[in-house]
């Protein structure tokens, strides 16, 4: 039961470390240059792929079961898919890292294969169990979008290779940003979250007909952005689906605030305080950012105000969203394997005694200031706060994901 999201979790704490210590050693320097270039894609890729992805397949394949109370479609296709991902994104990194065309173009269709085989696994799981609900619904829609984030990625891989489609490129990697980092991270953590946070919080009775607004809101800004990147549409219908998506976040703080007047639970760890607060910034910025784009949309195509963005969006929310999580979730899993069978036959460490949460909070307080830092670098172009916000945000992403792993020995 927990083999499967085991080893994806360690994968993607493998890469996330990996991650980190090549920043440490050039000293966040890449951090200043323009994304799109092989380093740059590389990095990213090692993080949104080998990390964010990985963490949250193996959320998925865990959660199914807990929503539906049953097995998943196939632990075998499981496995397979995660062979095929696992491959395909360390061939695909490699050839980022060696700008070679055919590696890219290859490896990129193998991680495809494993992005089709977890489409199929978690297509048949829900339609077997035929329960839909919003985090059911949710996933599903996730799922469909981390597909069409695959499809378009080894269009580009391909395009790289054979270099037939001119300015097409550019359009697909538009819908690839918007359907990977808004439809499939967004869905899934929003989708999670309609069930972890009540858990985290022991909340009950709260109403949940917001999760239906954020599920259409959500979408429709997807679609809206994705297809408006894949046919050049005007600007405008870019910021409409911009609304829609901050118009999906206010909902979901809107919905956190109300799972929180129904805990029965005062706290629920700074790992989830901090995820939550998380949610506030990015809501923040996003209504700041809606408001902004008519009055200066040329400003908002400005290399360093997307890499800024981009930042916030997938550091400040997303990756606080999942080391908070982790710092849950985590400790569960592994608490449930090694000790579960052992309750009431001889004593055993409690699900707290395997990670101490007040270091929970110092490891994400010195992320937050870190990367706070960082965007200021960026944002006046000072190479040095550049240098000092990137390396201390690796580093107490180092010392925070030891507190993580620690709990396997435990």
């Known amino acids: 039961m927990f083999r499967l999201p085991f080893l994806f979790i360690i994968t993607g704490i493998i890469s996330f470390i990996l991650f980190q210590l090549l920043t440490v050693f050039d000293l966040a320097s890449w951090m200043g240059d323009h994304p799109r270039n092989p380093t740059g894609w590389f990095r990213i890729h090692l993080l949104v792929l080998g990390w964010g992805t990985m963490i949250a397949m193996g959320a998925v394949y865990q959660l199914i079961n807990v929503v539906l109370q049953s097995n998943i479609y196939s632990q075998k296709l499981g496995f397979a898919h995660y062979g095929f991902f696992a491959v395909g994104t360390t061939g695909l990194l490699l050839g980022f890292h060696n700008m070679n065309v055919v590696w890219i173009a290859g490896f990129a269709t193998i991680a495809f294969i494993g992005i089709i085989l977890f489409a199929w696994n978690m297509g048949m799981t829900l339609l077997r169990a035929s329960q839909w609900n919003t985090v059911t619904i949710s996933t599903a829609c996730s799922v469909i979008y981390l597909t069409l984030t695959g499809l378009t990625g080894m269009a580009m891989g391909l395009n790289f290779h054979f270099n037939q489609w001119g300015n097409f490129h550019d359009q697909l990697f538009g819908a690839h940003l918007w359907f990977g980092t808004l439809g499939w991270f967004g869905l899934i953590i929003t989708g999670i979250s309609y069930k972890m946070l009540p858990m985290f919080y022991l909340s009950h009775g709260f109403p949940t007909y917001m999760q239906r607004v954020i599920i259409v809101l959500w979408n429709a800004g997807v679609l809206m952005g994705s297809v408006a990147f894949l046919l050049d549409w005007p600007v405008y219908m870019k910021w409409v689906g911009l609304l829609f998506i901050v118009l999906a976040f206010i909902a979901y703080n809107i919905h956190i605030s109300q799972i929180y007047k129904a805990r029965h639970k005062p706290e629920p760890g700074y790992g989830i305080i901090w995820s939550i607060r998380a949610a506030r910034t990015l809501m923040i910025v996003g209504i700041i950012t809606l408001i902004l784009f008519p009055f200066f949309p040329e400003y908002m195509y400005q290399t360093n105000i997307i890499m800024i963005l981009g930042w916030i969006y997938l550091w400040g929310w997303v990756a606080m969203t999942i080391l908070g999580y982790l710092s849950k979730i985590v400790p569960f899993l592994w608490w449930t394997h090694k000790y579960g069978p052992q309750v009431g036959k001889k004593r ?52 925070y994901i030891s507190l993580i792993a620690r709990v396997f020995i435990r």
């Not at 101490?356 to 944002?379: A, E, K, M, P, Q």
């Open 348 to 399: 055993i460490p409690t699900m707290a005694d395997l990670i101490n949460d007040r270091y929970v909070h110092y490891g994400l307080t010195v992320i937050v200031i870190s990367l706070i830092i960082l965007i200021f670098g960026l944002g006046w172009n000072l190479s040095s706060l550049i240098a000092i916000g990137g390396s201390f945000l690796a580093l107490g992403s180092l010392i």
